[in-house]
């Protein structure tokens, strides 16, 4: 599986920013996508994640009602619609793959990972 990410950037707080992920290779049934996030000198966390075949969210307290995850079946692609953006946003944001963990933010259960996109709000 690759993951190739896009859209990151410079917003003022309250703005928003679109994130894409482009996943290419075999994905199996239960491939699950999900965005994480590490702040420099803090422990990458799960933001948010999609069940790629049935479509199924789940998300971090942190961004409940503010960020949005979606896929795109044509484009085989996922995307993290990030609105009223705060300071502590700020970080490399990261696209992961798993299988079978639905329900799970735990860096440990992904397997495959893009290289990032920095998010900077100010």
């Known amino acids: 599986v690759q993951l190739v990410e896009s859209g990151g950037g410079s917003v003022q707080a309250g703005g928003s920013l679109r994130l894409s992920c482009a996943v290419s290779g075999r994905l199996d049934n239960g491939i699950v996508i999900a965005w994480f996030r590490q702040a420099p000198e803090k422990e990458r966390e799960g933001v948010a994640h999609i069940y790629f075949g049935g479509g199924s969210q789940y998300y971090a307290d942190s961004v409940k009602g503010r960020f949005t995850i979606s896929k795109d079946d044509f484009e085989n692609a996922v995307h993290l619609q990030m609105d009223s953006l705060k300071p502590d946003d700020t970080a490399t944001y990261y696209c992961?793959?798993?299988?079978?963990?639905?329900?799970?933010?735990?860096?440990?259960?992904?397997?495959?990972w893009g290289q990032g996109t920095q998010v900077t709000v100010s």
């Open positions: 992961a793959a798993g299988s079978w963990v639905v329900g799970s933010l735990r860096r440990a259960d992904y397997d495959y």
